[in-house]
């Protein structure tokens, strides 16, 4: 009976996870790939950033980036930062117990705060899983709706999210700046799981 019910569990954390990151909480466009010249690859992270801090209205917070295991996730991550992309993105989804999302950038316009959490850069490009993607608390991974959809939207695992391994992207972690995390997952929350107060992105310093 125990093994029954540990299996409804494990299934019933998949749904959940799968329909968190496609109803609304993952990117817009689907396979919509740019040309292969313009994808984004390591060859794009020349200088070998591997932290980044995220300068943010409540606090900051550095991420090591795992730049083995998911190469051109942080390759992609890194471009867009330098193009001061994340510069005003709203943390737009907070759910305790849960994680963090951000990096839409129709969250610097608050007229289109009905589609929040559906923009992206205009492109998508393919996941990087392997045996070591583990959704472990403190890691950031590729939010999506679906495979190889990722474009510019993240989330911050604030608990261990293990049932999200073989689905997102798995492309660092937070060495510094946890508490940060956390009082930004203890922000009140309205409709779709919107902050009641903004969790602004100021900019981004990488390193």
């Known amino acids: 009976m125990n093994k029954y019910i540990s299996f409804v569990i494990v ?12 109803k609304g909480g993952g990117e817009g466009a689907i396979n919509n790939f740019p040309p292969e010249a ?13 932290k980044a801090t995220l300068n943010t209205n409540k606090g900051n917070i550095t991420i090591e980036f795992f730049a ?4 051109n996730t942080v390759a992609n991550f890194t471009k867009l930062a330098k193009e001061n992309f994340y510069n005003g993105v709203k943390f737009h989804r907070v759910i305790k117990g849960f994680m963090i999302q951000g990096g839409d950038p129709l969250t610097k316009d608050d007229s289109k705060v009905s589609l929040w959490g559906t923009g992206g850069p205009g492109y998508s490009f393919a996941d990087e899983i392997g045996p070591n993607n ?8 590729m939010a999506n709706s679906g495979p190889n959809t990722n474009g510019s939207q993240f989330f911050i695992n604030t608990t261990s999210n293990n049932f999200l391994d073989g689905k ?3 492309f660092g972690k937070v060495v ?11 922000t009140p929350t ?6 009641i107060e903004p969790v602004v992105i100021n900019s981004i310093t990488l390193e």
């Open 11 to 22: 299934i019933a954390l998949t749904v959940l996870g799968i329909w968190f990151f496609t």
């Open 38 to 50: 313009d994808q984004p690859t390591a060859e794009d992270n020349q200088e070998k950033v591997m």
């Open 68 to 71: 083995t295991q998911a190469p």
């Open 134 to 141: 583990r959704n472990d608390i403190g890691t950031i991974a």
């Open 168 to 170: 997102h992207t798995v």
């Open 176 to 186: 510094a700046g946890m508490d940060i995390v956390t009082k930004i997952e203890n």
């Open 190 to 195: 309205g409709p779709s799981d919107r902050p």
